[in-house]
């Protein structure tokens, strides 16, 4: 008993004399996706998992397009512009970023 509240307060201490850390904003963090790179490092990918991909990359308001054939279409946001990005489904290569007119 006597060991848990001696640990217990040396935790406390230390959160309460800890200078505070500043937090990082998150949107200093960029991924570039360019065309031939890899969003699955060369393993086949279904449609929502591309979509899910572009979206932890960066990606807002990400929109299936097209899933049919070997090549899936999306649409979505990216820095204040709006582009198509168009993956192979066998091996989640980036085949096309093109940006679009709103």
Known sequence: ?????????????GLLLAPA?????ASAV???INIG??????????????ERRLRNRGWRDVRRIDCRGSRFV????????RYEVVLRSRDGRV????????
């Open 1 to 13: 008993m006597k060991r848990t509240m001696i640990a217990v307060i040396a935790v406390t201490l």
């Open 21 to 25: 850390l500043p937090a990082s904003d």
């Open 30 to 32: 960029t991924i570039n």
């Open 37 to 50: 790179s890899s969003i699955s490092n060369g393993r086949g990918i279904t449609c929502a998992q591309g």
């Open 74 to 81: 999306y649409r979505g946001w990216r820095g204040g512009n």
């Open 95 to 102: 085949m096309s970023v093109r940006r679009i007119r709103r």
